[in-house]
């Protein structure tokens, strides 16, 4: 029993422990720190629970009083910028005051995400280095936040504000230290970088979920989520059940042991989300929270490699990310700039789905006050560590300077594709930020540009840019009725196209993700049922969006004997549906391929029929008046004799999509 007494009491000599510490001061508050200028300035901390504290300076004063947890905070009025190194002087009551030597006034910026961004100036071009060498840059801090994960949101961090020098640039982020360098030299007042980043991290755990319930597609994930995490009601609400629960079952271990019974299951804890650099959470909590609420201007984002599969779930993904760090730096304006990832080869696989992750990184600038460095003319296929950094931090800095800082006139960007027109030249495409006119960075002809017709079969197209500079007209001979029109579609393009301010164009395909002519795929993402399933991985894909030649972005049946073969999806209610999309991989022996339509799953109607080629990726539409369907069954009804590795038996599809009237 003796013993049973021992932790209450240990308990409550650390609680009066820490009740009677000294006052201490959130992360950010340390020597050599940067406070942002012109807004109000939170400064925050711990101090006896009750107890009064002040808070001086630059001629400001700040009182308030502990609250019962120890947890105070004021807000300094907004600052005017100054190079002079303060003292910010906190006093709890009764105490002796605890200062914080030479504090700057000016910019504050942070940065974050995965290897590219964690990159350091060490390991850059020798142009790069030897920049960063020049000496030291008087008007520039760094604070670079070491790697941490923790489900619950931290309060600490074992970092601290550095002078920027040769020395201690060498090992902080690349984009981090020449964003800033470049921005002192634009400004002439002080500025401070925060790094935040972890190499291969996903971005997941970088969520502060607040932002999950701002973003339609994430509500139910947010209610979700927070039922997970300690520090929200909906998951604290479960800990005096589980206590309760937990102290019943030590009663009825105990009578258990005494009666030599075997002793009972204990209860489980509520669940919790994983944590980890690659997990559900955990980044956000140990490496950003500790930073809450400090006041900051900005946001530099360079992740998704290890995202760059998923295509457009990305968006809502970083809109997510964006609105929560808004929410929590109480900053809901604050410029949220991102870097496209650059190409790379990451598998064969990936060819085509790369560009469409750099399209869904292109859609968040429609989230106001965001904006995208374009990479393709400074990458390396081979390496997906491209080493020239200071050129990503200067692109960053245009959008940065035309946002933030007021010069609206500023290029911001290469050209971003805005919309086509057929005519009898070809596909003429329009671009924004033209500025003065469309170039290419090499001087000779347009390339990585490709026109396909209905069929869907891409051809290597003729481009060339317009008398006045603003559009590219594309055509090809191998093309009678062109359709379509795609740009830079593939993981190792590096296209020449730019704008004579020498910013490069974004990727781009005219009918992805939506068909300007028959509109969006409803069939996007919906389960469907094999009747012939895959058992070697190729199971996937039928309706991911992505027309793949591989697993997992391509489907196929099992290789036992015996056609037809079916495949079932369904749209979850009964809908108007006027076409279906459908096309096999350059792989497999598919010929001849039948769609069909049902309401009720139980009577299909056929609405169109293929044969494909063989080794050639194929695609088809059968376009009908509007019909009421919810499954749409996909039949193999043939194959050619065997073409490849694979066996004849196998049935492929590449894609399937079904398209509703056009409202």
């Known amino acids: 029993m003796a013993c049973k007494n021992v932790l209450p009491l240990l308990g409550l000599a650390l609680l009066a422990s820490s009740l009677s510490a000294e006052i201490t001061l959130a992360p950010p508050f340390q020597n050599g720190a940067v406070i942002q200028r012109d807004k109000p300035a939170p400064v925050w901390g711990r101090a006896t629970p009750g107890k009064w504290v002040t808070v001086a300076f630059a001629g400001q004063t700040k009182k308030t009083t502990a609250s019962g947890d120890g947890r105070w905070q004021v807000s300094l009025d907004p600052l005017s910028a100054s190079a002079e190194g303060r003292v910010l002087s906190v006093t709890e009551e009764g105490l002796p005051a605890k200062e914080v030597a030479d504090v700057l006034v000016g910019e504050v910026w942070l940065c974050s995400g995965q290897s590219n961004m964690e990159w350091t100036v060490s390991n850059t071009t020798p142009g790069n280095k030897a920049e960063a060498a020049k000496g030291p840059v008087p008007l520039l801090r760094l604070f670079q936040i070491p790697k941490g994960s923790n489900n619950k949101r931290q309060e600490t961090v074992n970092a601290k504000w550095m002078p920027a020098t040769p020395e201690t640039s060498q090992y902080f982020s690349a984009v981090g230290f020449f964003f800033g360098k470049m921005l002192t030299e634009e400004l002439k007042v002080p500025v401070g970088v925060i790094n935040s980043s972890w190499g291969g991290s996903r971005i997941e755990p970088w969520w502060a979920d607040e932002g999950l319930k701002e973003v339609p597609d994430f509500a139910g994930l947010y209610k979700q989520r927070i039922t997970k995490q300690p520090g929200f009601p909906e998951y604290d609400a479960q800990m005096p059940q589980y206590i309760a629960s937990v102290r019943e079952w030590t009663n009825a271990a105990d009578k258990a042991v005494a009666a030599g019974a075997p002793v009972p299951d204990q209860p489980a804890a509520p669940a919790v989300l994983t944590s980890g650099f690659q997990a559900e959470t955990g980044l956000y909590q140990a490496m950003i929270h500790p930073m809450v609420p400090f006041a900051l201007r900005g946001f530099l984002w360079y992740q998704g490699e290890s995202n760059s599969a998923e295509g457009m779930a990305y968006t809502a993904k970083q809109n997510a990310l964006i609105a929560g760090w808004r929410k929590q730096f109480n900053a809901p304006e604050a410029p949220f700039l991102h870097v496209q990832i650059a190409p790379y080869f990451y598998h064969e696989a990936a060819v085509h789905t790369v560009p469409q992750f750099w399209w869904a990184q292109q859609q968040i600038l429609k989230t106001p006050h965001t904006g995208m460095a374009v990479t393709n003319d400074i990458g390396n296929p081979k390496d997906i560590h491209p080493q020239e950094k200071m050129e990503v931090a200067r692109r960053l800095l245009l959008w940065a300077m035309a946002d933030a800082y007021g010069k609206k006139d500023t290029v911001v960007s290469g050209p971003l594709y805005a919309g086509f027109k057929i005519t009898d030249q070809g596909v003429v495409i329009s671009f924004t930020h033209t500025g003065s006119g469309l ?65 490069p164009a974004a990727a781009f395909h005219t009918h992805w993700p939506v068909d300007p002519t028959l509109g969006e795929n409803i069939l996007r993402d919906k389960p469907y049922t094999s009747s012939h399933k895959n058992t070697y991985g190729w199971d996937a894909g039928l309706t991911d969006g992505v027309w793949g030649n591989n697993a997992p972005n391509c489907y196929a049946t099992d290789a036992l004997p015996g056609f037809p073969k079916t495949v079932t999806a369904d749209l979850g209610s009964v809908q108007d549906i006027q076409a279906i999309v459908y096309g096999t991989p350059n792989v497999g022996s598919t010929k001849t391929v039948a769609v069909s339509i049902s309401e009720d799953g139980k009577t299909f109607t056929e609405v169109g029929r293929n044969d494909f080629a063989p080794k050639k990726d194929g695609r088809a539409q059968a376009k009908f008046p509007p019909k009421k369907a919810r499954y749409i069954r996909v039949t193999f009804v043939a194959q050619h004799t065997q073409q490849d590795q694979f066996p004849a038996d196998f049935a492929f599809l590449s894609e399937l999509e079904a398209y509703a009237p056009k409202k």
């Open 439 to 503: 170039a290419t960075r090499d001087g000779k002809a347009l390339n990585w540009f490709e026109i396909a017709g209905e069929d869907g079969q891409f051809q290597q197209a003729e481009a060339k840019i317009s008398e006045d500079g603003k559009t590219v007209i594309v055509s090809s001979p191998k093309v009678a009725k062109p359709d379509r029109v795609r740009f830079a579609w593939s993981q190792v393009a590096e296209p020449n196209l730019r704008n004579k301010e020498g910013l």
